[in-house]
């Protein structure tokens, strides 16, 4: 099995066990869903500081990580029940009925499926690299095919599983997948920077947390202005 085969699958398997983790977490209560993003900071921003170079560019990535789990952790606030400034600061007394825990699911299923369709398409049709000195196996059949890919994904499991116009799950599904692909050139970017393969060993085989969750990454951000922004202006 080829190097850019065995990362697909690594990526595919830590994507759906991903989600149901996720929401397993949400389920059980959100004590449990913050000890899992918490986590998620720790390593991955351990791997970062060892792989970035300079002191503010470490703090700067240390910060940023966190600023994405907190958006993970308030992603269920912005569902279609939730109505009021004051639902944001309830949260640490728990998920009272009408905030939706199936956004974050959702969200990470989508990225999923960028990463998904762009192997698929790059290994059947990619002939033009998209960023050879960062991302030598990257195509712009393969970019174009995670695009299409993660919006058609979007529209269909958006609509079924968290409720809402179609058309607008499709846009989400736009921006995190540009966002996502965003995330993964540039931790990219930083392993050609440091000379290394990996971002660490936390996985044998597999490379580190942050080799697994740099798409996610880059798209949380985007993901949650999206969201915030199409809630309070329907």
Request: charged content about 15%; some cysteine.
């Amino acid at each position: 099995m080829n190097n850019r085969k065995h990362n697909f699958l690594t990526r595919t398997v830590t994507g759906i066990v991903f989600v149901v983790v996720v929401l397993a977490m949400m389920l059980l209560g959100r004590g449990y869903y913050l000890a899992l993003l918490l986590l998620v900071w720790g390593y991955c921003s351990m791997e970062f500081w060892q792989l970035a170079r300079g002191r503010i560019v470490k703090l700067g990535g240390v910060i940023y990580i966190g600023l994405c789990m907190v958006a993970m952790w308030y992603f269920p606030v912005i569902g279609d029940g939730m109505s009021g400034l004051e639902h944001w600061t309830q949260i640490f007394e728990g998920w009272p009925a009408g905030w939706d825990l199936r956004i974050a699911p959702a969200f990470i299923v989508v990225v999923w499926a960028n990463d998904v369709f762009a192997y698929l398409v790059g290994v059947a049709l990619g002939r033009h690299k998209m960023a050879p000195r960062i991302s030598p196996h990257k195509s712009w059949e393969g970019f174009a095919g995670g695009i299409v890919g993660a919006t058609t994904v979007a529209a269909v499991v958006g609509r079924w599983w968290a409720g809402g116009e179609m058309w607008l799950w499709a846009l989400f599904g736009l921006v995190v997948a540009l966002a996502a692909v965003g995330g993964d050139l540039a931790e990219s970017w930083f392993k050609r920077a440091a000379g290394v393969k990996d971002s660490g060993r936390l996985l044998p085989g597999h490379g580190g947390l942050l080799d697994r969750f740099d798409a996610t990454l880059g798209a949380v951000p985007v993901a949650f202005l999206f969201l915030l922004i199409t809630h309070f202006i329907r």
